[in-house]
């Protein structure tokens, strides 16, 4: 089951996201006059970054989510026509015609399921010689949080693609890239107890499970995970990508 984003939320609360965000895009050659695809904007709150970088370019905010792609729209009305916006999902071809210098994206690769399909649409994105530059959960990434969400209620755990190093590294050879770097950071990030740690899993890490139950059960469930937890730290787990693509 696929539950939409509370993206005002998530605008609000994801400041570790937005914290690797900044320095993945740190990792990113840029002149200020290429065109730069976000493959999986969210809020917009890492795309005003790179926007502010390209005062000569152009932005691709790209986003499966219509409240996230709201949300970017306002954060980023400032920069005008400088920045478009696609609704697509990178796990088909996407909708790009003129062919992007560079793709970056942060927290978003493990919200697909197939990677064979997400780099080769990638690809498919850019011109010879473009730079990825991206960040995902990788393989552990919150793992003992979903150790826990095993164990409540009827045990759901959502789906999630948290790849190895070396399965990202092949896929990315196969779909044209070369230059290939790929490598595991873990990421613990502490959160304040009580609301605002149950209103971050809500929001990020339990979305699709709370959307499985009638909605007077969703905070007793949130509750009960963060209760389980033996302290409000997230093993978050970051799959660090750069490659290059190949002419």
């Not at 499966?64 to 990178?90: C, H, I, K, N, T």
């Not at 690769?109 to 399909?117: E, G, Q, S, T």
């Given at each position: ?25 740190e990792r990113l050659p840029l002149t200020g ?56 999902d990178l796990g088909r071809p996407l909708p ?152």
């Amino acid at each position: 089951m696929t539950a939409e984003w509370d993206a005002r939320t998530y605008d609000r609360i994801a400041d570790p996201m937005h914290s690797w965000g900044v320095e993945v895009l740190e990792r990113l050659p840029l002149t200020g006059n290429e065109r730069v695809l976000d493959a999986g904007c969210g809020s917009g709150r890492v795309t005003e970054s790179l926007a502010e970088r390209l005062p000569g370019g152009h932005v691709v905010a790209l986003d499966a989510s219509p409240a996230m792609l709201v949300e970017a729209r306002r954060r980023l009305a400032r920069f005008g026509d400088r920045v478009s916006y696609v609704q697509a999902d990178l796990g088909r071809p996407l909708p790009i015609e003129e062919p992007m210098d560079a793709i970056l994206s942060t927290a978003t690769f493990h919200w697909v399921p197939d990677h064979d399909a997400l780099f080769r649409n990638l690809a498919a994105a850019m011109r010879p010689g473009g730079r990825l530059v991206a960040q995902c959960g990788g393989i552990g990434n919150i793992e003992a949080i979903r150790r826990i969400v095993r164990t409540v209620g009827d045990g759901f755990d959502a789906a999630r693609n948290f790849a190895t190093p070396l399965a990202t590294a092949a896929r990315l050879e196969a779909a044209g890239f070369g230059n290939i770097e790929v490598w595991l950071a873990d990421q613990p990030t502490r959160l304040e107890p009580g609301e605002p740690l149950e209103t971050y899993l809500a929001t990020v890490c339990l979305r699709e499970h709370i959307a499985r139950l009638p909605v007077g059960a969703r905070a007793a469930y949130v509750t009960e995970v963060a209760r389980r937890m033996p302290e409000p730290v997230l093993d978050y787990v970051r799959l660090n990508i750069l490659a290059t693509r190949r002419g």
